[in-house]
């Protein structure tokens, strides 16, 4: 998917945010000058044994909790996903790039409750030396995700 082509033709406002190469959400905070809970990380998650898949989006410093997420959807069985999932689900997607609009690709897209205290949302864009900076009321607009606390803080 081609986020800003998307956004463009939403006709959402966003900044585009040249960085380093980067391979994570925290590195790309570090790079971006961003404190790593302003910035959110995608993960593709696998439920009921690759029955359905969901894109979780969560602030960069947090660990998806997958027993509080199994709990949101009901009671499934929830796993991370594997690189190779994440190829075959986002063809398009430079390797390791999952953008945050899960609904482009046929998966419900889960937000983070923490992420609803900011006014903007900032995620990597196409490839690991972009990301995009929106307003988080145009995020909730566009995918309207499933939002719950999906996350424990890291030790």
């Known amino acids: 998917m081609d986020i800003q082509k998307f956004l463009g033709e939403k006709q959402v406002v966003f900044n585009l945010l040249p960085h380093r190469e980067s391979f994570d959400a925290q590195r790309m905070a570090q790079t971006l000058h961003v404190p790593g809970r302003e910035v959110a990380k995608t993960v ?23 027993p ?3 709990e949101l959807l009901g009671g499934s069985q929830v796993e991370l ?19 945050p609009f899960g609904s482009e690709y046929g998966m419900q897209t889960l ?3 923490q992420l609803l205290g900011d006014e903007e949302i900032v995620f990597e864009g196409n490839t690991h030396h972009e990301a995009i900076r929106m307003k988080m009321a145009d995020f909730r607009r566009l995918e309207q995700p499933l939002e719950g ?7």
């Open 81 to 99: 996903a594997s690189e190779e999932e994440l190829a075959a689900r986002c063809p398009d997607c430079e390797c390791g790039v999952l953008p």
């Open 44 to 66: 593709l998650l696998r439920a009921d044994r690759g029955y359905a898949y969901f894109v979780a989006v969560v602030p960069a410093p947090e660990h998806i909790d997958l």
């Open 111 to 113: 937000l983070d409750s």
């Open 149 to 155: 606390r999906l996350t424990t803080r890291k030790a």
């Open 68 to 70: 509080r997420v199994a």
